[in-house]
């Protein structure tokens, strides 16, 4: 029978290594999704808490949400996070400090993207 299934999935149709660069690529695209996957569901929890506002708080609907939909850990945990989070934003203030006291970049919202950086620092290639 392992004959069999030999010839049908042969080693090298489906092999176990793949070049590095298609890996680094595969898992870039794995985060993307995932992080896909969280926004929906934070999304979909943001809606159980308003449509169960008059007869659970806040953190009881997340809480049904996430057992609900049966999310595994550590997701369940991420996804009632940034629940939170955006039900924060909200309802607790946000204060910020001036921006004489804190040299903060133009754009707040992300960090550059040093993607390369470590694949250069290998090549020996220096960035001005």
């Not at 392992?2 to 042969?10: I, N, S, Y």
């Not at 997340?62 to 940034?82: F, G, K, N, W």
């Given at each position: 029978?392992?004959?069999?299934?030999?010839?049908?999935?042969?080693?090298?149709?489906?092999?176990?290594?793949?070049?590095?660069?298609?890996?680094?690529?595969?898992?870039?695209?794995?985060?993307r999704a995932e992080e896909?996957?969280?926004?929906?569901?934070?999304?979909?929890?943001?809606?159980?808490?308003?449509?169960?506002?008059?007869?659970?708080?806040?953190?009881?609907?997340?809480?049904?949400?996430?057992?609900?939909?049966?999310?595994?850990?550590?997701?369940?945990?991420?996804?009632?996070?940034?629940?939170?989070?955006?039900?924060?934003?909200?309802?607790?203030?946000?204060?910020?400090?001036?921006?004489?006291e804190t040299a903060a970049p133009a754009d707040e919202?992300?960090?550059?993207?040093?993607?390369?950086?470590?694949?250069?620092?290998?090549?020996?290639?220096?960035?001005?």
């Open positions: 029978m392992w004959t069999a299934l030999k010839r049908l999935f042969p080693e090298t149709l489906f092999s176990r290594k793949i070049d590095p660069s298609a890996e680094r690529r595969l898992r870039l695209a794995q985060a896909s996957i969280i926004r929906t569901h934070v999304d979909n929890a943001l809606m159980f808490v308003d449509t169960l506002a008059e007869d659970l708080t806040f953190d009881r609907a997340i809480d049904s949400y996430v057992r609900l939909m049966s999310i595994p850990e550590p997701l369940a945990s991420t996804v009632a996070t940034r629940t939170l989070v955006v039900l924060g934003q909200d309802l607790v203030p946000y204060r910020r400090r001036s921006r004489e919202s992300r960090p550059p993207l040093r993607l390369g950086e470590s694949s250069e620092a290998k090549r020996g290639v220096k960035r001005a």
